[in-house]
C-alpha cells in the first residue's frame, strides 16, 4: 500500500539556520502531498500542499517541490526561529479505490535554540 | 473560515467502559475523520463520514464505534477502555469526498486507568 518516509526523527537547530526535512513517498500516479505543523497541545495545522510533478508548494516561509522521479517533497526552511519549533508531517491523499483518506508519516520533531 | 470543536479536551476513564468523544464544525464540510496519535505511531484512520448519516471503517476501526447524525458533527465511542490505555483523538473535516486537504480539531486527549 501507499506510504511516506519522513527520514528524520529529530531535528535540532539554531536560529537563522537553513531547515531540510526529508520526505519520500511510495504510491501510483500523482499523489496529492501535503506538509502538517502540530504545536505542542494542538491538532495538526495545513502548511501546504503540491499535487502535480515539479510543483512548489509554500507558506510561513517553508516551502517543498513535487519530485515525481525521486518520489520526494522535503520541506524546506532558510532561516528558521524559535517560534518553529514543532512536529512537522508529511502525507499523501491516498484515492485507492473509494477509499479518500491522508497518509502520515511518523513525524519530526523541530527544536529551535535561540 | 471555520473551526473544529472537540470535547472533551480531556477524558479519564476506566477499564472496560465506554466513552464518548465529540467533534463539532462549522465549516459546513461534508467529510469527517477521527484519527488516533500515539507517540512513535503518527496519525492512523479510525473512521471517516463522507456525508450525513454515511459511516466508512479506517485502518483502526476495531473497538470503536461512530455516528453522524448531523452534516456538522461527528462523535466517537470507545466501545470497551483498554486499561493504561494513552491517545490523543483527532477530528478532521475537508469539503468533500473529492477534496484532500483535512482540517484537525485540537484533539481529546484519553488516559484510562
Known amino acids: 500500500g501507499d506510504s511516506v518516509t519522513q527520514t528524520e526523527g529529530q531535528v535540532a537547530l539554531s536560529e537563522e539556520d537553513f531547515l531540510t526535512i526529508h520526505c519520500n513517498y511510495s504510491a501510483s500516479g500523482y499523489p496529492a502531498l501535503f506538509w502538517y505543523v502540530q504545536y505542542p497541545g494542538e491538532g495538526p495545522q495545513f502548511l501546504f500542499r503540491a499535487s502535480r510533478d515539479k510543483e512548489k508548494g509554500s507558506s510561513r516561509g517553508f516551502e517543498a517541490t513535487y519530485n515525481k522521479e525521486t518520489t520526494s517533497f522535503h520541506l524546506q526552511k532558510a532561516s528558521v526561529q524559535e517560534s518553529d519549533s514543532a512536529v512537522y508531517y508529511c502525507?499523501?491523499?491516498?484515492?485507492?479505490?473509494?477509499?479518500?483518506?491522508?497518509?502520515f508519516g511518523l513525524g519530526t520533531t523541530l527544536q529551535v535554540q535561540p | 473560515g471555520g473551526i473544529i470543536t472537540q470535547t472533551p479536551k480531556f477524558l479519564i476513564g476506566q477499564e472496560g467502559q465506554k466513552l464518548t468523544l465529540k467533534c463539532q464544525q462549522n465549516?459546513?464540510?461534508?467529510?469527517m475523520y477521527w484519527y488516533r496519535q500515539d507517540s512513535g505511531k503518527g496519525l492512523r484512520l479510525i473512521y471517516y463520514?463522507?456525508?450525513?448519516?454515511?459511516?466508512q471503517k479506517g485502518d483502526l476501526s476495531e473497538g470503536y464505534d461512530a455516528s453522524r447524525e448531523k452534516k456538522s458533527s461527528f462523535s466517537l465511542t470507545v466501545t470497551s477502555a483498554q486499561k493504561n490505555e494513552m491517545a490523543v483523538f483527532l477530528c478532521?473535516?475537508?469539503?468533500?469526498?473529492?477534496?484532500?486537504?483535512?482540517?484537525f480539531g485540537p484533539g481529546t486527549r484519553l488516559l484510562v486507568l
Open positions: 478532521a473535516s475537508s469539503i468533500d469526498w473529492g477534496g484532500d486537504t483535512q482540517y
Open positions: 465549516f459546513n464540510h461534508d467529510t
Open positions: 502525507a499523501l491523499g491516498d484515492r485507492t479505490g473509494n477509499t479518500r483518506k491522508l497518509i
Open positions: 463520514s463522507i456525508t450525513e448519516n454515511d459511516l
